[in-house]
């Protein structure tokens, strides 16, 4: 009985970092290799690893076939690991977090067996250190259009230094927390309450300046006829000010909803506050 797959072939360490594919995917691949036979060859090392074709190999143990000397290719470059990322970055269907994790996996490979799995200090500045191994995966994400946000995401999560959640609260914590939401209430309350004090003092000096309007024009009524020609003109050029400004008033307050608060004489000209204490003579 022919042995598995996994017992006659050695997977290089960079190559296992890719995820293998669903069982679907293969039986589908074992059904195509059975009709038109094996159309990509597989690659090892020198030191007979498997580099590339995993998958293929456990296709052909469920088609039955078996994999014969020609075809296989060896691979004689000075780089296995970035070769064996490319092959996978350019032919499966991986997320960019996918294949951000295999990435990581490589690479740690890679500097582990060239003995460069060091953080060496830049310049000599005091806490100034080079991450090797982030240097590599992020030049191999970037160069694969993977950012470099991304590409230390996934080293961070790999490496198991993701944001720990928060354990809940204590209830001395609660009840601190519950004091300042309180305290903030609080001031916001008497903020409140002081813009409300400032609106009733705008809105009292203009209805006392109303008021003072209305005895000094019942005065000067009774006493145009004894007016200089110049007091005339400066006096008609004042009252013709304020009643541009006037109307502008009037434009302001009848484009807005009258508040509650304001009461509405018989007349229907506007009144005090209700909540105010005005005194008017």
């Keep these: ?15 296992e970092a890719f995820p293998m594919m669903s069982d679907e995917e293969l039986n589908k691949l074992a059904e195509d290799i059975k009709a038109n036979g094996l159309k990509v060859h597989l690659t090892f090392d020198e030191d007979h690893l498997l580099m590339d074709g995993r998958n293929r190999l456990a296709a052909m143990e469920i088609a039955g076939c078996e994999l014969h000397s020609w075809q296989w290719n060896v691979y004689r470059g000075d780089d296995p690991v970035s070769h064996i990322i490319s092959l996978n970055a350019h032919r499966r269907h991986l997320t960019k977090e996918q ?3 295999s990435i990581v996996a490589a690479c740690k490979h890679r500097l582990a067996n060239n003995g460069e799995m060091t953080k060496t200090h830049v310049k000599g500045k005091r806490g100034s250190v080079k991450d090797v191994l982030k240097a590599a995966v992020v030049a191999d994400a970037e160069r694969r259009g993977i950012s470099k946000r991304t590409a230390e995401r996934g080293l961070a999560k790999v490496e198991g230094r ?6 809940p609260l204590s209830a001395e914590q609660l009840e601190r927390k519950a004091r300042v939401k ?8 008497k903020q409140d309450a002081a ?10 000096d203009l209805l006392d300046a109303i008021k003072a309007y209305e005895k000094a024009g019942t005065v000067a009524l009774t006493a145009t006829s004894k007016f200089a020609p110049e007091a005339k003109r400066f006096t008609i050029r004042r009252l013709r ?15 807005k909803p009258i508040p509650d608060d304001i009461a509405l004489l018989p007349d229907g000209e506007l009144g005090p506050p209700r909540h105010a204490a005005y005194r008017f003579q």
């Excluded at 993701?162 to 354990?167: A, E, H, L």
């Design 182 to 189: 309180a305290y903030i209430e609080e001031r916001k309350a």
């Design 162 to 167: 993701q944001k720990k959640k928060r354990d």
């Design 99 to 101: 294949m951000v994790d």
């Design 241 to 255: 000010a304020m009643q541009r400004l006037t109307d502008k008033l009037i434009s302001a307050l009848a484009a």
């Design 1 to 15: 009985m022919t042995k598995p797959w996994r017992e006659r072939y050695k997977v290089h360490p960079a190559a």
């Design 195 to 204: 813009e409300l004090q400032k609106y009733d003092r705008q809105v009292a």
